[in-house]
């Protein structure tokens, strides 16, 4: 029994002991005198600002109204990216024809489109759910894109000598040989969905997570502050766990690591 709790307890701080560490110091920091608490309060003061803007304060229908923002813009991310994916990686032409501009896209910052968007969609809520939108989209359609090419031709030309039609060779080769990537591609876009999704709610908002942080250090309620920013990084955790376990469900046969 206790070579049992000595293998549990060193394979949890073999993957968390730097990061208890890293908490332990946090809250520890200010009251040695390393760092002024005004600037960076001890942990438990931004847990508790955490719970009291969570149950009765600010942050409840804060997370409502992110969580909506960051939902539809990465919802559309997926009905729009995965389908053109899907089609540029099959389709040769398709892809030749569309790379160039999806590439110049790309490479063109999102932020710094956001006033351009302001100007066009106005500064109310489609300028923000647009330009998360914008962000999300990439990272899934090249995913999507990428695992189509990568599936092994072999496989397809093997279902086909059996006989089989392009639909169902797109449905039991070309696709779940692509999905692993297209995991990988819906994870990095949730990840980038609540990084601009800060951006966003920072510029002409008056809710939403992201304004709390704003408004929060310019009232200098540091400790509401964090607690925002930490509730932010619970949000990401939360969807790429959500994702991690979609996808082991989906994917049993690939090596998934979190």
């Known amino acids: 029994m206790s070579r049992l709790v000595a293998g549990v307890s060193g394979q949890f701080f073999s993957r968390y002991g730097l990061l208890v560490g890293f908490l332990v110091l946090w809250q520890i920091a200010p009251a040695l005198g390393w760092t002024n608490p005004a600037v960076l309060p001890p942990l438990d003061q931004i847990v508790t600002a955490l719970f009291k803007g969570v149950f009765g304060g600010p942050l409840f229908g804060d997370i409502a109204i992110s969580l909506q923002r960051a939902g539809?813009?990465?919802?559309?991310?997926?009905?729009?990216?995965?389908?053109?994916?899907l089609l540029m990686g099959q389709m040769r032409g398709v892809e030749r024809s569309l790379d160039p501009i999806l590439q110049l896209f790309r490479q063109t910052s999102a932020l710094a489109l956001y006033p351009v968007f302001i100007l066009l969609l106005g500064l109310g809520e489609t300028s923000k759910v647009f330009v998360i939108f914008w962000a999300t989209l990439f990272p899934v359609l090249l995913a999507t894109t990428g695992g189509v090419k990568q599936v092994d031709g072999k496989l397809i030309e093997m279902a086909r000598v059996y006989g089989a039609n392009r639909l169902t060779v797109f449905r039991r080769v070309v696709l779940p040989g692509a999905l692993p990537s297209i995991f990988v591609g819906l994870r990095l876009s949730a990840t980038t969905a609540l990084l601009l999704l800060i951006a966003a709610e920072m510029i002409g908002a008056n809710k939403g997570v992201?304004?709390?942080?704003?408004?929060?250090?310019?009232?200098?309620?540091?400790?509401?502050?964090?607690?925002?920013?930490?509730?932010?990084?619970?949000?990401?955790?939360?969807?790429?766990?959500?994702?991690?376990?979609?996808?082991?469900?989906?994917?049993?046969?690939?090596d998934i690591k979190g």
């Open 72 to 85: 539809i813009a990465f919802g559309a991310a997926v009905v729009i990216g995965v389908p053109l994916g």
């Open 210 to 254: 992201g304004f709390q942080v704003m408004n929060a250090q310019y009232n200098f309620q540091i400790p509401l502050m964090f607690a925002a920013i930490l509730l932010l990084a619970g949000l990401g955790l939360t969807a790429n766990y959500a994702l991690v376990t979609l996808q082991k469900r989906l994917c049993r046969w690939s």
